[in-house]
């Protein structure tokens, strides 16, 4: 299978493997995100909720497109980490997983409320950091850029929660019907339109869960696909590459029409190494005709040079020296886009492995988070106001998330709706200090353990492979 020694084929399964029990973690780490408030308002059974939730969580993996999965993958410049050593490839994607899972059971265990995006995103960073440390790294094991963008979009996450559902709060109270703000009584389902709708808020959750989340499982996946067998992974084998020449075509006349006497002596090494790429690409090309004549290393090739090419491009465009027409600058966005194509994908076979992942997940192991956001992070017991305005809040955040291809975390999201929906009861003082600042704590260690963990991880697998 794929060409590979059986012992290497062994450890490229075993790492599948723990990605998918990453997922499975993320599962049942997470749950209690989307059901704890149908559950504490006695709107679903228990059960019902977590299968309800289940399936819900298998659909939105399907659904949510690939934006956030090639977030994750792009975290890491995977090209400067591929190399001739396979086992080096295995170290970094066993080690981020090892220490995202470590983390994770740590936090559920003692029904912490944690991100399983902060502890992946953590792990990758670390490993990052790791490689750069050794002998001729260089700095480059970051994407420091795609790095940048995530973490503000889980900085950002938990204060907006806390803002809009602390809003919503007050729109209930002025527009909404006084049987909201009940505490729901034991065993005792709510009245039919408020329990629909917050059946439809759980639902909503659960979907975006998996749109979102779901995607770091596939980009965690791809990222390993790319990192230990390169060459059948590096582009969409559903694609014919030779699709690429027309859009190739139009970059090279764009860049050509860029006139590097106007330009900085940056941008005129950016403007030279994207002529690289693209001559590399004509080369690579040049006297074939079908699939069949390109060598297996070609595809990596090609990966390589439209990565290079895209990230150059997008830095020389943006600079104020360039004066293309608005024309132009279409055509040679639209040209890279589809030339993208072939490098951003996901097999429907990756799709299928994390949502059943995801999906098994959460149906165990949910009790204690669920538990935590019932009960202990406000002062009393959740209304349906409350429980109804923190996850509408959070499906709609973890919604707009996944549409501009970012990482969020769903915890952090719900977590601080919740705290928000309390406050705009009763006040500051209705929050439960101790388990905010538990859940603080956790929330601030996440990044900074995860990381030295997998760092520290990824030079010990790695030595074994040297």
């Not at 006297?287 to 040079?305: H, M, N, S, Y």
């Not at 279409?330 to 490098?343: G, N």
Request: with cysteine; charged share 15%; glycine share 10%.
């Amino acid at each position: 299978m794929f060409g590979l020694e059986p012992h290497v084929l062994l450890l490229l399964v075993v790492c599948l493997l723990a990605a998918c029990a990453f997922e499975f973690v993320n599962g049942f780490h997470d749950t209690a995100n989307a059901v704890a408030t149908v559950i504490y308002t006695n709107t679903l059974r228990p059960w019902v909720a977590v299968v309800w939730s289940a399936f819900w969580n298998f659909i939105g993996v399907f659904a949510g497109g690939i934006g956030v999965a090639m977030g994750i993958v792009y975290l890491l410049p995977v090209e400067s980490l591929v190399d001739q050593n396979v086992y080096h490839g295995i170290a970094m994607v066993g080690a981020l997983i090892v220490a995202a899972i470590i983390w994770n059971i740590g936090t559920w265990y003692y029904g912490i409320p944690s991100s399983s995006s902060h502890a992946l995103i953590g792990s990758i960073l670390g490993v990052g950091i790791a490689y750069s440390m050794l002998s001729g790294g260089h700095g480059s094991g970051v994407n420091w850029s795609k790095a940048g963008e995530s973490g503000l979009a889980l900085l950002l996450s938990p204060v907006l929660g806390f803002t809009f559902t602390i809003a919503m709060m007050f729109a209930l109270k002025r527009f909404g019907s006084k049987a909201l703000f009940k505490e729901p009584r034991k065993r005792r389902p709510p009245p039919l339109f408020i329990r629909l709708t917050l059946i439809g808020t759980c639902t909503l959750v659960s979907f975006f869960h998996g749109s979102n989340d779901g995607q770091k499982g596939v980009g965690l996946i791809m990222l390993i696909l790319i990192g230990i067998v390169p060459v059948h992974f590096a582009l969409d084998n559903s694609k014919n590459p030779f699709d690429l020449r027309d859009s190739l075509t139009k970059v090279e006349y764009v860049i050509n029409r860029v006139n590097a006497a106007d330009l900085s002596a940056t941008d005129q090494q950016l403007l030279a190494q994207m002529r690289e790429q693209t001559t590399d690409l004509d080369r690579v090309f040049a006297g074939k005709k079908t699939v069949a004549d390109l060598p297996k290393q070609a595809r990596f090739e090609i990966r390589r040079d439209i990565l290079l090419l895209a990230n150059r491009g997008k830095q020389l465009l943006g600079s104020e020296h360039v004066s293309l027409n608005t024309t132009d600058r279409t055509t040679y966005d639209d040209a890279v886009k589809h030339m993208k194509e072939f490098t951003d994908y996901a097999p429907w076979q990756v799709l299928l492995m994390v949502s059943l992942s995801l999906a098994c997940g959460t149906t165990i192991g949910w009790q204690r988070i669920v538990k935590t956001i019932g009960e202990r992070i406000g002062k009393e017991h959740l209304t349906y106001a409350q429980g109804a305005s923190s996850e509408l809040v959070a499906a709609a955040m973890i919604g707009l998330s996944t549409q501009s291809g970012l990482p969020t975390s769903t915890t952090h999201v719900l977590t601080s709706s919740i705290a928000g929906s309390m406050v705009a009861s009763r006040g500051v003082k209705n929050i439960n200090p101790e388990m905010v600042r538990s859940i603080m704590l956790a929330w601030v260690l996440t990044l900074p353990v995860t990381m030295v963990l997998a760092g520290g991880l990824f030079l010990l697998f790695r030595s074994f492979g040297n």
